[in-house]
């Protein structure tokens, strides 16, 4: 069965950079389109950044330019690659197969102002 599993996050001053990964297991990756979700607290998961099994990208407005979601499917990983970092940022950071309703434990992201 599906398995992810998301690193990288951690507490980092405002304006700095951080770069999550995930690792994904059980599904045949190259495949997958992926996505990055992200819940801060009191609030509901929203879609961070997504990428298709070709590469072709899409992302929330709230972090345009600021973010690069990648994959290498040799690896079968998708990164965050997150710059310019605000403290609205401060979520746990979730990746999906975005056909499978799977969720990991996430990693948690704190900016500090």
């Known amino acids: 069965q599906v398995h992810v599993v998301e690193s990288g996050g951690g507490l980092v001053q405002a304006g700095g950079s951080l770069r999550l990964s995930c690792a994904v297991s059980?599904?045949?990756?190259?495949?997958?389109?992926m996505a990055w979700y992200r819940q801060a607290p009191g609030k509901q998961r929203e879609l961070v950044a997504g990428?298709?099994?070709?590469?072709?990208?899409n992302y929330a407005d709230s972090v345009k330019g600021r973010v690069t979601i990648s994959r290498d499917n040799v690896k079968n990983t998708v990164y965050l690659q997150m710059n310019s970092l605000k403290p609205e940022d401060t979520a746990v950071y979730y990746c999906?197969?975005?056909?499978?309703?799977?969720w990991g434990q996430g990693t948690q992201v704190t900016v500090s102002s």
């Open positions: 999906r197969p975005i056909l499978y309703n799977y």
């Open positions: 059980g599904i045949i990756f190259s495949v997958n389109a």
């Open positions: 990428i298709s099994s070709s590469g072709s990208t």
